[in-house]
């Protein structure tokens, strides 16, 4: 009898684990190679792992989201469903580093009671999840939590929110340099914005993106509880805004929740790209892959290309019989460059208009005139605006640049990635594409994907750019150009705005506003054309110093913004950076270092069989001390050859390869 009385007791003790366990399901997809298996455990919290061969990635980490009405999608989760599909595809790209992308995962769907579940995509270099609602009406989101919880305290690059203060402000222009720490030592009253990179001890990075944000704000990430991890936070809702300065509308009230969305739809997916060498984060398709496909049925119109921009050189023309300003001569100086080197567009930045209306130019421009000139020179124009302006006017705007034949828009000083202002870029994609009219969005958040939804959407800024040198005495240009193309430009377009011709060493650089220098050797530069991926690419200095400079201009003018196909080749994150690029039957290859001189080897592996010629542009053998020195030289390659080459410091090293 004591020992039946003694079982059962047991049975009893055991019984709260029992029903727990029946709660707590583990439910596990692997992606396609199986190197990647990602677990997920649904019990009293929804937990995500990953393992990458046999190797913890990322430890057990909450996600939910957080309803106004107080109920927590993800905790508790009743489990309806769960599918397993497997996909393996192709789609074509457009305006990418590849025509081409594959599309092969392997995904787990949880359907759960209360109309609601979550995906997770695994691919054979990353895992990807969302949320996703099937409910009447419209739901207000509170919060949502997002975890990725790391088994060690990792070394990562992390760009933080400069103007973030007691989590009260979200407004910033998106442009930080990586502050390189563990994670432990994040500041912590500091915002992180996406792409971050987090580096491993055996190697291995992961790189932490979004992907579909619509309709919903961006995520920061903070430190979360467990101290050597994040967790997202987002900018509440805005219900009041005030106008700032010239440009910016700034949130002066916030809602205490971060969206009111329909209750039938997708949330934005929060992914992690993994590489065992630097060089496969130079060509992650993430955000391509998870972005909605295009929503422009013909793109035929969208045509990319590079533009001759005014603002970075302050129109510094010289030579000329005119005064140099916001005027008609000085803009078909800049239209006649533009024709010379076959370069399809000029810029017409801030000051072209009369202020707060986008349909009235100032009279100096003479702008119709200027069109028909530029049509006749095979040139089209872009002008810029304020988000501000073109909030108010896009309605009237967009249908008058169409008329008068502008060919794209630069939209500046969005500053925040709360709800309104990501579905704002959207609203304008869409109208500005039924109008055929490109978007280059400046002073904004990084892209996740519109470019693939809207593809006259054509460039994003989101990064510190060239502008910089002109203010920034501590910029430290060559490491941050060598970390670039790793971490940002995986998100999508990046308008950092390369071409400077007044090159300089670390010693003799000083921020100069009006005549404006920059870090690093003129191959440095040139080989950025190459290297940043951007659809629309501004050419930053004036037309005189280009036509001066007219070997390397006629070179740098010559590199497509897209490519049919791209190959990573040795490479080293913040340390220097090497890729080929092919477009129809001519490669592109560019290498930059930072401010470590060093030597590399470009093998010519990719190449198919045959006899190639390549011009080379290489750092002159003083450029350590005069930074425009330069060597170019005409060589023959074949595929497997293996070329040594020398990169001074803050160097480059470019080359256009051609079949004989």
Known sequence: MKKIITSLFFVLLLFPAVIYAQKAKVYEVKSPDESIVVKLESGAKMLWSVQHKGQQLIAPSGISLLLQSGEILGDNANVTTSKTTNVNTTFKAFNYRKTVVSDIYNQLT???????????RVFND?????????????????????NFNFTEDHKAFIPYLRDYRDGKVFNASFESLYKEHKISEFITDSLAFLPLLVELNNG??????????????????????????????????????????????????????????????????????????????????????????????DISWVKTGQVAWDWWNSMNISGVDFR???????????????????????????????????????????????????????????????????????????????????????????????????????????????????????????????????????????????ENFKWAPNFDGPRYCVTLPFIRNQAGPMDYTSGAMRNTNKANY??????????????????????????????????????????CTEFITKVPTTFDETVPLDSKVAEYVTIARRKGEIWFV???????????????????????????????????????????EVITVKSGDKVNVKLMNGGGWVARIEKK
């Open 324 to 466: 140099a300003g916001k005027n008609f001569e000085t803009y078909k100086y800049f239209i006649d460059f533009a024709s010379k080197y076959k370069i399809p567009y000029i810029m017409l930045d801030a000051g072209w208009n009369v202020a707060g209306d986008l349909t009235k130019p100032v009279a100096n421009i003479n702008l119709e005139e200027l069109i028909k000139y530029g049509k006749q020179k095979g040139v089209g124009l872009m002008v810029w605006s304020s988000w501000r302006d073109m909030l108010s006017q896009k309605e009237k705007a967009i249908p008058y640049f169409e008329k008068m034949g502008i060919k794209g828009i630069k939209i500046d000083f969005i500053d925040r990635d709360d709800q309104l202002a990501v579905a704002s870029t959207y609203d304008i994609a869409k109208l500005a594409s039924e109008h055929h009219v490109m978007i280059d969005y400046h002073g904004v958040f990084k892209p996740t994907g519109l470019q693939r939804t809207y593809p006259n959407v054509v460039g994003y800024e989101g990064v510190y750019g060239l």
């Open 204 to 297: 291995k990075k992961i790189l932490l993106l979004e992907a579909d944000l619509e309709d919903y704000p961006g995520m920061f990430l903070v430190l979360n509880e467990t101290n050597i991890g994040f967790k997202g936070i987002y900018a509440p809702y805005p219900l009041e805004t005030k106008m700032s300065g010239n440009n910016n509308v700034i949130p002066t009230k916030r809602a205490e929740f971060i969206a009111k969305t329909d209750g039938t739809r997708s949330f934005p997916w929060r992914a992690i790209f993994i590489s065992e060498q630097d060089k496969d984060l130079l060509d992650c398709d993430l955000v391509q892959k998870l972005a909605s496909p295009s929503r422009i049925e």
């Open 110 to 120: 949880l359907s759960c009671k209360g109309d609601y579940g979550v995906i997770f």
């Open 510 to 551: 000083r921020p100069v506003n009006s005549m404006p220098m920059a870090q690093g050797t003129r191959v440095n530069q040139m080989a950025q054309f190459i290297v940043f991926e951007e659809p629309i690419q501004m050419l930053s200095d004036n037309p005189t110093i280009y036509l001066k400079e007219n070997e």
């Open 590 to 632: 560019g290498a930059m270092t930072n401010w470590t001189p060093r030597e590399l080897t470009i093998d010519f592996s990719f190449l198919k069989p045959g006899i190639y010629q390549a011009e080379i542009f290489r750092d002159g053998i003083n450029s350590d001390r005069d930074a425009t020195d330069y060597k170019k």
């Open 126 to 146: 990353a895992v990807a999840y969302r949320y996703f609602t099937k409910r009447k009406g419209e739901m207000v989101i509170k919060n949502e939590e997002a």
